[in-house]
């Protein structure tokens, strides 16, 4: 068990899923072969105590509104399952904070009621960047696949939905960082008591793959500011020791920073 701050801290593997590889290479790939896919899962930060249950990001969710992420998922999104774990239900979700509103990161925030949606955490606040819910609302060509209409709409209808500016603190010990590259106004969560961090990674660092500072994403916005961001990230978690915790990695929640002559890999991890 992992405790930080009076925190316990869990991992909620919920949903496996493939991702579309086409983007690097649409135009010039051959039709007759299998479309290249990444393998990815989405896995969700249960942080427990002083008096708080909070989850971070919820993940694709139930997919009932878009054919697109259904198509691309390999295991049943198991929430329920994961929480149970821990003896916990979706109500007693007290705070749930979105690294940003990319629907692989927010989709189980709902779940299909009717001919509508109803909230799956009636209970939670919800914590979002005031900029990653303004570009969410009005995206750009580059950015419009990576959200889904319906879902801010529902958003922005809940009484306890909480937009907050810039790096700050949200609970003790427990503050958010903001990032722009993926994104605008995305935000890395982070729990530290002095001695021990651990820092969520994200979509600026989303898998152990992506600790080159110039392995980069495809939808990430601006290639350059992941770039520079990532590299003050890995920097200071490699001086001081933290764990990053890792929202799609399919083989592990979990690595520190190790700092070898050809760049930064991963290292071991306290049980979590
Ligand atoms: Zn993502």
Known sequence: MLTIAGYQIHSLKVQEFLFDGTPLTAGTADPSRPKPRIRLAT????????????????????LCWTSRWAANATSPY??????????????????LVLTHLHSDHVGGAFTCAGD????????????????????ACRPDEREKGSFNETIIDE???LALFHT??????LFPGI????????????????????TTTLLHGGDLIPTTAHYPATRVTGNDIDARTVI??????????????????????????????????????????PEF
């Open 43 to 62: 896995r969700l930060l249960l942080i427990v105590g002083n008096g708080h249950r909070i989850l971070v990001d919820t993940g694709i969710g139930e």
């Open 78 to 95: 198991r929430l329920e399952e994961e929480l149970e774990k821990h003896g916990l239900q979706p109500g007693d979700i007290t705070d």
């Open 116 to 135: 509508g949606l109803v909230p799956v955490f009636p209970y939670a606040r919800v914590y979002v960047q005031e900029e990653n819910f303004r570009t």
């Open 155 to 157: 958003f922005r209808q």
């Open 164 to 169: 907050v500016s810039g790096t700050q603190e």
């Open 175 to 194: 503050d958010v960082i903001v990032s722009n590259g993926h994104t605008r106004g995305q935000q890395l969560v982070r729990i530290s008591d002095g």
């Open 228 to 269: 520079e961001e990532k590299a003050v990230i890995l920097e200071e978690a490699c001086e001081h020791g933290w764990i990053l915790f890792f929202g799609h990695d399919p083989f592990r929640h979990a690595a520190t920073v190790l700092r070898r002559p050809a760049g930064f890999v991963p290292g071991p991890a």
